[in-house]
């Protein structure tokens, strides 16, 4: 399957308001696939990691716990 990612729809992350290392990702794009499109919030034009909806919420349960 074949996707491109410049038409879907981003959300960052709730940690790009005070200048850390961000992503976004494509919620509605998950729900209707199973597949997290992941990217970096300061380089949009850069890759999209493509991760399964079970790996996505490991990275955030991940990233919940980290000190940071």
Do not use: H
Not at 13 to 34: H, V
């Amino acid at each position: 399957m074949t996707t491109t990612t410049d038409s879907l729809r981003w959300i960052k992350s709730s940690y790009s308001s005070n200048g850390g290392n961000c992503i976004e990702f494509a919620p509605a794009y998950a729900s209707a696939t199973g597949v997290v499109p992941v990217r970096d919030s300061k380089q949009v034009g850069g890759p999209v990691l493509m991760v399964s909806a079970p790996a996505f919420a490991g990275l955030v349960t991940l990233a919940r716990g980290a000190d940071l």
